[in-house]
């Protein structure tokens, strides 16, 4: 048996001796065929399935990160006023941006159920807050306090996530599990949604009511406890025998030098700096400055919800169009720059004639805002669906392109965390400019211009870098997690500049 094959089930064979030992897993010594077993059968069968396993990830994060986003849709958190929620979504983001780079050491240490148990509790904490303000009205600071802690969280949330959703199914099973995760998650937007707005249909106030928030709480609470009843990943055996190991996250220390390896290898990810910035830029104009600014609260629960349900639609439908294997790569990627660029067009002139009929100083009173049933609402929530279209597919495509430029799990995992930093830092910056008030036009102008210089900053890259091929050309982090802890001293030899062949 090969080195290659035995070192997958994290088995090491010393060739001179013939003895077996432990590896680089956490499984334990042992041989070959005790860490390759059988399945289980009936019900502990079905309990440590990696798909059963995989839905209850997913409705941990339908609950958590989804939850949270159909009360971020309402704009403003569902209060009259926005800047409160717009002030905790910079904390948030901030600390988000922060400390991200130490949720890999914590998940190390304590694993991945209990880092993802850790990180649910903050969005429990965040939604009670908006509870707890529309109770006290002057407890806006603990609002801004809750979003500071779930920034913490989410970090380690989509740490222990990833970790997760990548470990559970083999090579082949990749895109389906992801395709599991990441449906049931974006339901979670969608349900919210529909609880808003069937709670709020015959509210005559401008804000969600406290039964909504509890609601919200409950099902959070809910998402909360899923950890608990999720299996060991220590016990849990993939569909084809092979025992499941985590993905060991480096240090802290190794993720800096890491990003900096992935730089340096592979400098034309610079490029995509300005898209990765501006793809959660546009939720704030979105949320707060059309959706809350302009609308009543049942109408913007309707909102809500179709901009979520478009969402699925558009992820769908750029996926579709990367996909398609009658076309070259590059075909593909050009052919995904050219959709967005007209997204982006579309979108902002259609946005431009709405916004100058407004300002922060003369938008109606919370009375007097457009109802389901004005006939301005037609017009304005067609345009909110595409808005919902041209995030998904921004995202979308976003993430293949820089899956486009590797192949290498490392470089990619290092690409993943520039796109959240740098995503992150620029969520941070623009709730904190709604918050103080900057004209609504800035905004949408600062949305648009933001968006272009996304375009235009990656279409060189998409000339220079993405081929037909895969390019191997390129330096490699060794995943052994002894090099990942070890002092910068120790593991930096090993990080080294392997040319080899490309390959069709």
């Not at 399935?49 to 569902?78: D, E, H, R, T």
């Not at 909110?384 to 290498?408: F, K, P, R």
């Not at 992150?424 to 609504?440: E, K, L, N």
């Amino acid at each position: 048996m090969s080195n290659a094959i035995e070192k997958r089930y994290g088995v090491e064979r010393d060739i001179g001796t013939g003895t077996e030992g432990s590896g680089n897993s956490d499984l334990g010594s042992g041989s070959i065929e005790q860490q390759y077993r059988p399945s289980r059968r009936g019900i502990k069968g079905f309990y440590y399935n990696p798909v059963v396993q995989v839905w209850l990830l997913g409705f941990v994060c339908f609950m958590c990160p989804g939850l949270f986003n159909a009360l971020n849709g309402l704009g403003g958190g569902g209060q009259l006023d926005p800047t409160t929620s717009a002030n905790a979504n910079s904390a948030l983001y901030s600390t988000f941006a922060f400390f991200a780079f130490f949720a890999g050491s914590i998940n190390n240490v304590l694993g991945s159920r209990l880092t993802l148990l850790l990180g649910s509790i903050g969005y429990a904490l965040y939604i009670a807050s908006y509870l707890v303000v529309n109770i006290h009205p002057h407890a806006e600071g603990f609002v801004i306090g809750a979003g500071a802690i779930l920034g913490i969280c989410a970090g380690m949330l989509w740490t222990a996530q990833g970790s997760l959703m990548l470990g559970y199914p083999t090579e082949q099973e990749k895109g389906k599990f992801i395709g599991i995760f990441w449906s049931v998650f974006n339901l979670g937007s969608v349900v919210g949604a529909s609880v808003s707005l069937g709670r709020n249909w015959h509210s005559t106030a401008n804000q969600v009511d406290n039964g909504t928030y509890i609601g919200f709480l409950i099902l959070t609470s809910m998402g909360v406890a899923i950890p608990f009843l999720m299996a060991d990943p220590n016990k849990m055996v993939r569909n084809d025998g092979s025992k499941v190991t985590a993905p060991r996250h480096p240090s802290w220390r190794t993720e800096f030098w890491g990003l900096w390896v992935a730089l340096k290898t592979d400098p034309y990810i610079v490029l995509l700096f300005p898209m990765f910035f501006a793809s959660n830029w546009f939720y704030t104009w979105q949320f707060n400055d059309f959706n809350a600014a302009l609308f009543n609260i049942r109408t913007r629960s309707l909102n809500n919800l179709v901009y979520w349900l478009a969402q699925i639609i558009g992820s769908v439908c750029m996926g579709f169009l990367l996909d398609q294997r009658g076309l070259s790569r590059r075909v593909r990627a050009f052919s995904g720059w050219c959709v967005l660029l007209v997204m982006v067009l579309v979108v902002h002139i259609w946005a431009f004639f709405y916004q100058k009929q407004y300002t922060r100083e003369t938008v109606e009173e919370p009375e007097a805002r457009i109802d389901i049933f004005d006939h301005a609402y037609i017009g304005r929530v067609l345009f909110y669906i595409v808005c919902g279209l041209l995030d998904a597919m921004w995202q979308t495509c976003a993430y293949w392109l820089m899956g486009a430029m590797s192949n290498d799990p490392g470089k990619l995992a290092h690409f993943t965390g520039f796109y959240k930093s740098i995503q992150s830092a620029g969520a941070a910056g623009v709730w904190r400019a709604d918050a103080v008030g900057i004209p609504y036009m800035n905004m949408f102008i600062s949305t648009w211009a933001l968006l272009l210089a996304g375009l235009l900053g990656s279409l060189p890259m998409i000339h220079m870098r993405v081929r037909d091929y895969t390019e191997m050309d390129e330096m490699r982090l060794e995943s052994n997690p002894t090099i990942h802890d070890a002092p910068e001293s120790e593991y930096r030899p090993n990080l080294k500049l392997e040319s080899r062949s490309q390959t069709r």
